[in-house]
């Protein structure tokens, strides 16, 4: 007998309320059953899709008419959107039944979910590790079985890194791929929406709804539908691996390596070859992407000011104090520290010394990718240079946070798609219990690619 969506959203919702991970941040059993109940009027009829039935949960930077849209900020602690994001809307259309919202750092801005003000989310491997971040409620979801699909999105790392620390499948896009329209802004030129699941099978259906041009997203591409599943089960015989030098030197830990460069073999008797590789640029991805995203950020954010959306102060003398004390109160540590970063290499006497140079070394880090894929159809190496790490050891120190950010934020600034896909667990007492993402990085539109090699080692 087939199992009904009723059934399958109650089996989540149960799992949900069971869990002590903190990975949603609303969830609503009655409107999630309303949707089940309308999937089933569609399964009776015939009227589906692959997807028609299943639950997603959505990352809480997703505007949705029916949860609360928190980003994970006091700022919209309270927040409920007019309408739903693009993603949020193509998933209903498909007939997915929604479980809720998911937890995030606040406005998408960290690296292991403990800047949300809903407080951290747990790593279902081991409850004293960071899930990683920013999208550390959607990996941690998919993990410990609270959701079979879930949307993510990714600036710098935030679906690649959590994929990778909780060992579940993630798929960046090439930027432009998935509408933006909805997803509550960072650092716009980054900023790229994907899916998270169990397997690349599973993220290639759900890209297949994802993707697409939207007239309401100025970034938007206009490219024909394409099925992301059309290669999955392609032979990998000739296949050619870019290999970067740069991901193996010093600062990756032995464990990681020897996982990634394990599966790199397997890769081999898949019938692959290794090529090595240069992206000489790799180490000005950090300097560079710390300028950029906060100066995105620090305009992006203009917006929340006390009178158009979400928090406003109780007390205050006058309109710009309440300006002031409305984004004293709303906004997070990380996230102040990122406006006054932003404002500053955006100021002028600055603008030209910072703001500006990062957006021609931007540029060159493109170029090495271009460079690079005349050598090689892929590129693999580790997606952060350690497994996990145990909440509250990088709490106090920001820079040894952006630091963990090394191997994934050139792809972002470079717009290009990225993947990660389990490939094993660290080593030791305390990180075998903690997995290790393999990074698979493609060049601009070969989703289809990246997904046919994650597939194969699957
Ligand atoms: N860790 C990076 C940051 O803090 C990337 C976050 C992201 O991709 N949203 O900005």
Avoid at 8 to 13: F, G, K
Avoid at 82 to 89: G, I, L, N, R, S
Avoid at 176 to 205: K, N, W, Y
């Amino acid at each position: 007998k087939q199992v009904s969506a009723t059934e399958l959203a109650r089996h989540y919702l149960d799992r949900i309320q069971q869990s002590d991970l903190n990975a949603f941040t609303h969830i609503d059993a009655s409107l999630t059953l309303q949707q089940a109940a309308m999937a089933d009027e569609r399964l009776a009829k015939n009227d589906t899709t692959p997807l028609t039935g299943i639950p997603i949960a959505h990352k809480d930077i997703f505007v949705t008419r029916d949860w609360r849209s928190t980003a994970g900020s006091r700022m919209l602690e309270n927040y409920s959107s007019p309408f739903d994001a693009t993603v949020v809307e193509q998933f209903r259309n498909a007939g997915m039944v929604t479980l809720g919202k998911l937890n995030c750092d606040e406005f998408a801005m960290g690296s292991s979910n403990e800047n949300s003000f809903f407080g951290p989310v747990r790593n279902p491997w081991d409850k004293t590790a960071v899930p990683g971040g920013s999208s550390g409620g959607s990996a941690a979801a998919i993990a410990a079985r609270l959701a079979p699909a879930a949307t993510a999105t990714d600036t710098g790392g935030s679906i690649r890194q959590p994929a990778s620390f909780c060992g579940v499948t993630g798929i960046k896009p090439t930027y432009g791929r998935v509408s933006r329209f909805g997803m509550i802004a960072f650092a716009s030129s980054l900023d790229q929406g994907g899916p998270m699941a169990q397997t690349a099978e599973d993220c290639a259906l759900l890209l297949n709804a994802m993707a697409g041009y939207d007239p309401r997203d100025s970034t938007s591409l206009e490219r024909d539908k394409e099925d992301f599943g059309r290669d999955l089960d392609k032979s990998l015989q000739g296949l050619k691996i870019g290999v970067p030098a740069e991901y193996f030197g010093k600062g990756l830990a032995p464990d990681v390596e020897q996982a990634v460069r394990a599966a790199l073999k397997e890769y081999e008797k898949l019938g692959a070859t290794l090529v090595e590789i240069s992206l000489p640029k790799t180490e000005l991805s950090i300097p560079v992407y710390y300028v950029i995203a906060p100066a995105e950020a620090s305009s992006n954010l203009s917006r929340f000011d006390g009178v158009r959306y979400g928090y406003r102060a109780k007390e205050y003398k006058d309109l710009s104090d309440m300006y002031c004390k409305t984004r004293a109160e709303g906004f997070g540590d990380e996230v102040k520290r990122r406006i006054l970063v932003g404002a500053y290499v955006l100021s002028h006497g600055y603008y030209d010394a910072y703001y500006l140079q990062a957006q021609k070394i931007r540029r060159l880090i493109a170029q090495d990718f271009q460079n690079a894929f005349k050598q090689c159809d892929v590129i693999m190496g580790p997606v952060a240079p350690t497994v996990a790490w145990d909440l509250g050891d990088k709490t106090d120190d920001p820079v040894a946070n952006y630091l963990a950010d090394i191997f994934t934020l050139s792809t972002s600034l470079a717009g290009l798609p990225g993947m990660s896909i389990p490939c094993g667990f660290g080593q030791g007492e305390k990180n075998a219990q903690r997995p290790v993402g393999l990074q698979i990085i493609g060049n601009y539109f070969d989703e289809a690619k990246l997904l046919n090699v994650a597939h194969q080692f699957q």
